[in-house]
């Protein structure tokens, strides 16, 4: 790449992930880790610092998830270039990181030649989709049920998925910096976009969708953590 090198902002809750990545980035000649953090509300305060070229962020973080990291930053600049790397392989988390804003969503399952060369796509301002996740994307489509979800919102589908890990619709507004009354409105919406009457089968719908899983389903006594 000509000119300076990449400037990334690496965002995961795992230490020893961060320590992985800041390795391979080191060896790129073209490329530059900035800043690191692991949770939204500190990768948020540096974005504003160091204004990175790329960020590259994991979708599960403690506290606020990685959709709502996008939002906040897309938010403050418009023309914020953000790459979400996850271990989440539902195409619906894709569909909705885009939509949120972000240009890219790779699997973590990926190799790592496949990472740097959407690192350089997403700086370059190319929407990327890694190849399992685009094929995951494509099969959904053509069978269609899972696209339900196409009708939420980034957000209701981010309340969704703190709802039916038995978060309190007080919870998830001091999660999403939002009042009790609109969790309480979007969470009639969801259900109506999603055509079920009670949360029992909000649930069941979730889990089938693979919105969320069993092992994911929390205490709400637990410290709140996103999944």
Not at 82 to 93: E, G, K
Not at 129 to 137: D, K, N, P
Not at 213 to 218: G, I, K, P, V, Y
Request: proline residues 4%; aromatic residues 4%.
């Amino acid at each position: 790449m000509n000119g300076a090198a990449i400037r990334i902002l690496l965002v995961d809750d795992h230490a020893i992930v961060r320590e992985g990545y800041r390795a391979l980035l080191a060896k790129q000649p073209d490329m530059l880790l900035v800043a690191e953090a692991g949770d939204a509300a500190t990768a948020y305060g540096l974005f504003r610092d160091v204004a990175p070229d790329v960020v590259v962020t994991d979708w599960s973080l403690p506290g606020q998830s990685g959709l709502e990291l996008i939002g906040r930053i897309r938010q403050r600049d418009a023309r914020a270039k953000i790459l979400v790397f996850s271990m989440h392989q539902n195409p619906a988390f894709a569909w909705q990181a885009c939509r949120a804003g972000a240009l890219g969503y790779i699997g973590k399952n990926e190799d790592p030649e496949t990472l740097l060369q959407a690192i350089r796509d997403v700086r370059r301002g190319r929407h990327v989709l890694s190849g399992s996740v685009a094929q995951a994307l494509a099969m959904e489509k053509l069978g269609g049920e899972g696209w339900a979800l196409e009708a939420l919102t980034p957000r209701e589908f981010e309340i969704l998925r703190l709802l039916v890990a038995a978060r309190t619709p007080a919870q998830i507004a001091k999660l999403l910096n939002i009042s009790v009354k609109t969790v309480c409105n979007s969470h009639y919406l969801i259900k109506r976009k999603l055509g079920v009457g009670s949360d029992i089968e909000l649930t069941r719908l979730a889990i089938k969708l693979n919105v969320v899983d069993l092992l994911e389903l929390t205490d709400p006594n637990e410290p709140e953590r996103d999944t």
